[in-house]
């Protein structure tokens, strides 16, 4: 029925695909069909502000792993499992060196050296990967991914880096009679400080957001680059199977699972919203909402 809606000649990639694979991965290619075309009309329709830049520079190129023996490149967006995808990016790249993705300390995934990024390639290289390579990005719920960001770099002592450039900055601009402790430290930011913070019209030209909390529109620019295919989250198994089967890798490689008990969950993310108020978080929505609509995630039923 989707074909027969679309009309077959749109669905050159599907019409290779589907008679040598099983019905279940014909399935998933539509859905996937699906998701691309959600991409391809929100950009559509929002094309003056997603298209203010029509020539992307290598800086923005940056968050695009490129994994040359299996020619994919895959856009990492943090808090979405980008751990384990570079760990399992650095097993195909590795040329033999890795074979368990979660044998690779996490801190060792994250070092720029051990991956290549499309950044660090000639013009016409880059023209050349970008058109020829199969190209992937994982996406969450924008809301949920952005507690989870929260939870990570302001709730955990460890990340006192965080702490000393991001919190002490939104202590010091959000907080009324912060104390001198709170100011030189960071380390007790408040989710409706952060949210203030996101939302100050001064952040935004202060600086970009930190990769954390950027948005997957400006991390990995899908109205520039067409991505074949655009896994989630909620579904990150089965759709990270899907990209390593297509890659000729599923065979010798699965996508690592493990429950995390800590993880940022939907009821979580309510919670966290409860004191936001209703305006500050529709300011919130307008800042994420290319995201929302881009990849079809609809807006929260806990927003007023």
């Not at 994982?138 to 702490?163: C, D, G, I, M, W």
């Not at 601009?173 to 100011?183: P, V, Y």
Request: hydrophobic share 30%; net charge positive.
């Amino acid at each position: 029925l989707y074909n027969k809606q679309k009309g077959s000649e749109t669905f050159p990639a599907l019409d290779l695909l589907v008679p040598v694979l099983p019905l279940q991965l014909s399935n998933t290619a539509i859905l996937h069909q699906i998701r691309r075309d959600q991409v391809t009309d929100t950009c559509r329709a929002n094309s003056v502000s997603s298209r203010k830049r029509r020539v992307l520079t290598p800086n923005d190129l940056k968050h695009l792993v490129v994994d040359e023996d299996h020619e994919m490149i895959y856009c990492y967006v943090p808090k979405v499992a980008c751990t384990n995808w570079k760990r399992v990016m650095m097993v195909l790249t590795g040329r033999g060196k890795y074979s368990d993705p979660m044998e690779i300390p996490a801190n060792e995934a994250h070092v720029s050296s051990n991956l290549k990024t499309l950044n660090q390639y000639s013009i016409p290289e880059i023209n050349h990967r970008l058109k020829n390579y199969m190209k992937f990005l994982f996406v969450r719920e924008p809301f949920e991914r952005l507690v989870s960001a929260y939870r990570n770099k302001f709730t955990q002592k460890y990340n006192t880096s965080f702490h000393k450039r991001y919190g002490t900055k939104i202590v010091r601009r959000q907080r009324k009679n912060a104390t001198q402790e709170a100011l030189r430290k960071g380390d007790d930011v408040k989710f409706e400080e952060f949210v203030a913070y996101l939302i100050d019209s001064h952040t935004q030209r202060e600086e970009p957001f930190n990769e954390h909390w950027q948005t997957v529109y400006s991390l990995c620019h899908p109205c520039h680059i067409h991505y074949d295919l655009i896994g989630k989250y909620e579904t990150l198994e089965e759709d990270s199977n899907y990209v390593l089967q297509l890659a000729g890798a599923g065979n010798y490689l699965k996508f690592p699972t493990y429950a995390k008990s800590t993880r940022t969950t939907d009821e979580m993310t309510t919670e966290f919203f409860q004191n936001i108020s209703s305006l500050h978080q529709t300011q919130l929505y307008e800042v994420y909402k290319l995201d929302f609509l881009m990849f079809n995630y609809s807006v929260p039923s806990y927003l007023k």
